[in-house]
């Protein structure tokens, strides 16, 4: 089996305060769109878009989750499962920017430490910031991530964000593991049976089977059976 018939999924959710441009930055990304206007998220929102890194492709599950503290309870079980995770905050709202270690927290509480990148958005609107930038690379420097300044609505930086996130998650999974740097190689069969073997858990009552090791494989890594998506944006 040749390596371009697999494919990997990310799951990658969207952290971060009301307002700050989540919905938007999810929306530019796999739709190329801006909106002025501003429609809270109840919930959890998903969309789609797939990308190329090495000559593998990868899927791209972007979780808008919503910011207000009252939806918590519902955002916290879609945290489930992600692989990476944008922790974003606005330029003109300082509250957002404290917010951020209290982000990382929640999001870790349930997922653990997962690839991260700190966002400042609305960057166009720096003249109205909230903090300045001296603030903002000490929290990244605190946190150990990787900080972009963007502008979803001049589309600046979007792209870079979640083409790191992809990037990292793959040298992550290609470095920790052996089975796995090697299944996404060349080793389908391996896959295959890695299925299997979870579909058998599942038929057992084993209802943790995607969740945990080598399991997760199997929610992550496929054949690709739509190349006819390739580049397309899903709204679920
Ligand atoms: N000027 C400017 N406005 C932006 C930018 N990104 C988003 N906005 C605006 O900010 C407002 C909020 O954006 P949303 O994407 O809905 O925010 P959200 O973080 O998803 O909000 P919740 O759903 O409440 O969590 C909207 O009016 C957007 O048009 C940006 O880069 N620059």
Not at 219 to 224: G, P, T, V
Request: hydrophobic letters at 35%; one cysteine or more.
């Amino acid at each position: 089996m040749i390596e371009e018939d697999i494919e990997i999924a990310i799951k990658v959710v969207v952290v971060g305060n009301g307002a700050v441009g989540k919905s938007s930055m999810i929306q530019r990304y796999c739709k190329g769109i801006f909106t002025k206007d501003y429609k809270k998220t109840i919930g959890v929102d998903f969309l789609e878009r797939q990308i190329s890194i090495d000559s593998k492709d990868i899927r791209l599950m972007l979780w808008d989750t919503a910011g207000q503290e009252e939806f918590d309870a519902i955002t916290k079980s879609y945290y489930r499962g992600a692989q990476a995770c944008v922790l974003a905050f606005s330029t003109t709202d300082r509250d957002s920017f404290e917010a951020i270690e209290s982000w990382k927290r929640k999001v870790e509480a349930e997922v653990g430490s997962i690839p991260m990148v700190l966002v400042q958005n609305k960057i166009d609107l720096i003249d109205d910031a909230k903090m300045d930038s001296e603030e903002t690379e000490k929290l990244a420097k605190k946190l150990h991530l990787r900080f972009y300044r963007t502008s979803v609505k001049d589309n600046v930086k979007v792209d870079d964000v979640f083409k790191y996130l992809a990037t990292k998650y793959l040298k992550l999974i290609e470095k920790s593991g052996e089975e796995v740097g090697q299944q996404i190689g060349n080793n389908l069969d391996m896959f295959n049976a890695v299925a299997s073997t979870n579909e058998k858990a599942k038929s057992k009552g084993n209802s943790k089977g995607n969740d945990e090791g080598v399991i997760q494989l199997d929610a992550n890594k496929r054949k690709s059976q739509s190349k006819k998506n390739k580049g397309a944006c899903v709204l679920l």
